[in-house]
């Protein structure tokens, strides 16, 4: 029996809401056609808000993975050095990615839970007076531990040492759904992906580019050519590409920038972080559970990645919760693998959505074995999201 719906919670592909998958129901168009642009010029327009930059922001057909390799071989050349930190998969991939293209790598490795290392990036930066590092890497929010790092945090750092390295962020998981700024904060390369935030199918990766990649694009010489900025740069400003590009995307991303312009910005940032909240009051609730992120300041507004208790197998929360309940959590991934499940709480995603995920949740949990207590954290995030203490209430009320 498969009734009702199933429920996807993981932290990306997320849930494409129902506007957008109906806006990508049109026949095929010619890409070549007279007025292509009047569809792609103003999703160029649409997503420099979202970045908030004046600068550029590229459209790849490919998945985040693809602007990366993007941002690195267009903007830096082989051997050159740069300083990356590794606190999860995500990163842990950035690093690996850095290393197979021929950079020298300065890789950092942190306890998985916490984030960009800021004091250590001071010192090092501080100390290559040579200006040898040709960029610094940050992942915004590692969606394998949810923690978030301080992207602000790096530019000062850069900015206290005088430093001239580039900057690059991977925003995937986080851009359009926390605060991110992309020229306030310096951010030379930004790298996002359609299947996240955005609401939609992966296919598309987005990368905002600043005038100094720009400035460094023209003295790198690294092998490029699927991705090289030259060819986009030929065509995109009249609104067209140098090869096939995936029109159907296209529209739903029209779409999905509608809605984020609709509710706004920050009130979609404010959304999620009302939603995390609730589910983090509902981790807390969990007696032997807890959140992979060690400390507040790490908490991330769109994945929990949580620790289940020692005697219980976060694999088997997983398969009851897929199998039994038609709920599909993150997995731990590497090192993680056993010991967390995932809940994705971004995207096209509300208060009701995430009472779902948490009672699907407390059933898998407690028939993998954990003792928690059925409806605790359900109740916990939804005292948090009515915003009515409910405890305070019935106490006075005795
Ligand atoms: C999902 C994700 C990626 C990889 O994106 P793909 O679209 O799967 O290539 C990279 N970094 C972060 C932080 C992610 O969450």
Redesign the pocket.
Known sequence: MRNGTTHLFI??PTNIPEAVRQAMNVPMQDMRAPDFGELTLPLFAGLKKVFKTDSRVFMFPG????A?EAAISNTLNTGDKVLISRFGQ?SH??VDMCERLGLDVVSLDVEWGEGVPLEDYAKILEADTAHEIRAVFA?Q???ATGVTSDIAGVREVLDAAGHPALLFV?G??SIASIDFRMDEWGVDLA?A?S??GFMMP?GL?MLGVSEKAFEAHKSSRMARCYFSFEDMLKLNDDGYFPYTPPTQLFYGLRKSLELIEEEGLENVFARHNRLATGVRHAVAAWEGCRLCAAEPKWYSDTVSAIIVPEDVDAKDVLSIGYNKYRTSFGAGLARLAGRVFRIGHLGDLNEVMCLAALGSAEMALIEAGAKIELGSGVAAAQAHYTGVDHMALRLAAE
Request: hydrophobic share 30%; net charge negative.
């Open positions: 932290p990306g998945s985040g993975t693809g990366w995500f991939l950035w992942t929010n590692e969606t991977d995937v998981s790298v992906g299947q996240k992966a990766s």
